[in-house]
């Protein structure tokens, strides 16, 4: 959404000039403050508090609630009913959003498709592995339960013995050439620093499957802690 025209825009992937899309968008709100001291505005999340989430997968939504215990737990999402959520095997957009933004953010449906409606300095937004060895995949496409799976999509794996690489790049609204987001498995979004815009964390299935990323900036605490 931007600010500057009042209307929605295609995101797209300067390296292919394609709009971008996942087969999953979480939305978790949590409280975002920033360390206590001489921090340079750097943001900390309460992740052990949990909070409100929103799950976007096939023009539905699920509203329920995340969890993580520590840094070295998994995220969990649970329903309204307490049960955990069902995640749609694919790639994972992940926004990590501040409690106090909660009251501007609303989505809304136009006929048979979703159209969301956010006042956020957000673009959209389980994770690396830690994360999703906690959320359970479903979906047509899951690859036999027996074959080796990638752990950030649940589909085939394609890097065997490879680890997870993951790079973080500038969301500035100057950033106005980004390349690599369409190419990753996972990519979060949030306020790392106070005052300045968010940035993205992209993760793909190893460094061999990384193509040209950039603007690339520093690394965050918030998104290791992930």
């Not at 989505?107 to 957000?122: D, F, S, V």
């Not at 500035?172 to 690599?180: C, F, Y």
Request: include cysteine.
């Amino acid at each position: 959404y931007s600010r500057i025209s009042g209307k929605f825009e295609n995101t797209v992937d300067e390296l292919n000039a394609k709009q971008l899309s996942f087969d999953n968008l979480l939305v978790c709100f949590a409280p975002i403050e920033r360390y206590s001291g001489d921090s340079g505005d750097v943001q900390q999340v309460s992740y052990i508090s949990g909070g409100d989430a929103y799950y976007f997968s096939r023009g539905a939504v699920q509203h329920g609630r995340w969890e993580k215990a520590s840094p070295e737990h998994p995220l969990l999402v649970y329903d309204k009913t307490g049960a955990q959520m069902l995640f749609n095997r694919g790639k994972t957009y992940l926004a990590i959003v501040d409690d106090d933004e909660w009251s501007t953010f609303r989505y809304q449906y136009r006929g048979n498709r979703m159209k969301r409606i956010w006042n956020l300095a957000l673009g959209t937004a389980v994770l690396c592995t830690a994360l999703l060895c906690g959320c359970a995949l479903s979906g047509p496409t899951a690859p036999d339960s027996a074959a080796p799976t990638d752990p950030l999509t649940g589909q085939e794996l394609q890097y065997p013995g490879e680890r997870t690489a993951a790079v973080v790049i500038d969301n500035a609204a100057s950033s106005t050439t980004q390349w690599g987001i369409g190419s990753a498995s996972v990519v979060l979004e949030a306020l790392t620093e106070s005052g300045q815009p968010t940035s993205l964390c992209l993760a793909y299935p190893s460094v061999s499957a990384m193509p040209t990323v950039g603007p690339v900036t520093l690394g965050q605490d918030l998104y290791w802690r992930l």
